[in-house]
Nanobody
Framework: QVHLVESGGGLVQAGGSLRLSCAAS?????MGWFRQAPGRERELVVA????????YYEDSVKGRYTISRNNAVRTVYLQVNSLKPEDSAVYYC????????????????WGQGTQVTVST
């Protein structure tokens, strides 16, 4: 069993930045950040493999979001810059053994989410 705890969400003005964190209770392999806005399906935003050699970015966040990880403290980070109102959502981290599984939306463990709200 792996417990994932997200933090770092909040209310920010458009154009602002946040740094989300996802702390894992055990060593984890590939990690991803998903988001879900009201009335919309959950979507994958970014993902990273264990060594950080391979990443995935959804087109709308390329150049604005950066995923990174520190395996020594079992934490994955998501730096979000140039935020837009349409980025508002609950952001969830999730893990799976393979990056490809995360890209396909198949994850073994999920966090409870952290709310990001971007005001105009």
């Amino acid at each position: 069993q792996v417990h994932l705890v997200e933090s770092g969400g909040g209310l920010v003005q458009a154009g602002g930045s946040l740094r989300l964190s996802c702390a894992a209770s055990n060593s984890v392999y590939a990690m991803g950040w998903f988001r879900q806005a009201p009335g919309r399906e959950r979507e994958l935003v970014v993902a990273i493999d264990y060594n950080g050699d391979h990443t995935y970015y959804e087109d709308s966040v390329k150049g604005r979001y950066t995923i990174s990880r520190n395996n020594a403290v079992r934490t994955v980070y998501l730096q979000v810059n140039s935020l837009k109102p349409e980025d508002s959502a609950v952001y969830y981290c999730a893990t799976s053994f393979r990056l490809a599984s995360i890209v396909n939306g198949v994850c073994d463990y999920w966090g409870q989410g952290t709310q990001v709200t971007v005001s105009t």
